[in-house]
C-alpha cells in the first residue's frame, strides 16, 4: 500500500523569496518519488523524480528536492520564487522497479507575490 | 508539448447524455492513464489500460467505460451524466505496463461542463 500527503493546500510566498512544499509519504516498499506542476488550464509536467539514486534530486526551473528516508519525506523547494512559479504542484509516489500505478497527492497551490 | 493529445478540450452536455473523450498517447508509448480532476475530489486514478487490455482501474464509475484500439488510442465514454460529472479530464502515457522509475505525460485536459 502506499499514500501521500501534502501538508498544505496553499503556499504563498514573495517574489524572490524560498520555495517549500512539503510532502510526506507511506509505502510498504521502496518507492519512486515525484513532482509534478500544473499551471492553469495545462496538463500536469514532471518537474524531478527520485528513483533510489542520489538522494537530492535537481529538477527543471530551478527546483530540488530531498528524499528522507528516515522521516519519509520529499519536500520540494526553491532558492528564489518568480513569478512564473505559480501552479499547483503535486507529489506523486510509485513503486520503483515495477508496474505499479502511482498515488497523486491532493495538491498545492503556489501563489507568487510580486 | 507532452507528445499527448487529448480532444475534445471544452464539452459542454445536459444531464442524462452521453459523450467520449478521446485520447492519442505519446509516440511509442503503450500505456494510456484516465484520470478526473475535481475540485472536491482531486487527482483521481479511473482506469490503465496497456498495449489494448485493460490493466488496473481505479475509481471509476460503472457508467463510465474505456478502450484502447489497436492504434494505441483511447477513448473514455462516459454516459448518464451528472452534475458532479463536471471535472477536468486528463489522459496521460507512458512506456511500460507501470510508472516504476519512468514518467507519466500528460496532455492537457477535456473539460467537460454537464448542465
Known amino acids: 500500500a502506499q499514500s501521500v500527503t501534502q501538508l498544505d493546500s496553499h503556499v504563498s510566498v514573495s517574489e524572490g523569496t524560498p520555495v517549500l512544499l512539503r510532502c510526506n509519504y507511506s509505502s510498504s516498499y521502496s518507492p519512486s518519488l515525484f513532482w509534478y506542476v500544473q499551471h492553469p488550464n495545462k496538463g500536469l509536467q514532471l518537474l524531478l523524480k527520485?528513483?533510489?539514486?542520489?538522494?537530492l534530486v535537481k529538477g527543471i526551473n530551478g527546483f530540488e528536492a530531498e528524499f528522507k528516508k528516515s522521516e519519509t519525506s520529499f519536500h520540494l523547494t526553491k532558492p528564489s520564487a518568480h513569478m512564473s512559479d505559480a501552479a499547483e504542484y503535486f507529489c506523486v509516489v510509485s513503486r520503483s522497479g515495477g508496474s505499479y500505478i502511482p498515488t497523486f497527492g491532493r495538491g498545492t497551490s503556489l501563489i507568487v507575490h510580486p | 508539448d507532452s507528445g499527448v493529445t487529448q480532444t475534445p478540450k471544452h464539452l459542454i452536455t445536459a444531464t442524462g447524455q452521453r459523450v467520449t473523450l478521446r485520447c492519442s498517447p505519446r509516440?511509442?508509448?503503450?500505456?494510456v492513464y484516465w484520470y478526473q480532476q475535481s475540485l472536491d475530489q482531486g487527482l483521481q486514478f479511473l482506469i490503465q489500460?496497456?498495449?489494448?487490455?485493460?490493466?488496473a482501474k481505479g475509481n471509476i464509475l460503472e457508467r463510465f467505460s474505456a478502450q484502447q484500439f489497436p492504434d494505441l488510442h483511447s477513448e473514455l465514454n462516459l454516459s448518464s451524466l451528472e452534475l458532479g460529472d463536471s471535472a477536468l479530464y486528463f489522459c496521460?502515457?507512458?512506456?511500460?505496463?507501470?510508472?516504476?522509475?519512468?514518467?507519466?505525460?500528460f496532455g492537457e485536459g477535456s473539460r467537460l461542463t454537464v448542465l
Open positions: 496521460a502515457s507512458s512506456v511500460g505496463p507501470g510508472l516504476g522509475t519512468g514518467e507519466l505525460f
Open positions: 489500460y496497456y498495449n489494448g487490455e485493460e490493466r
Open positions: 527520485y528513483t533510489s539514486a542520489a538522494t
Open positions: 509516440s511509442g508509448d503503450l500505456s
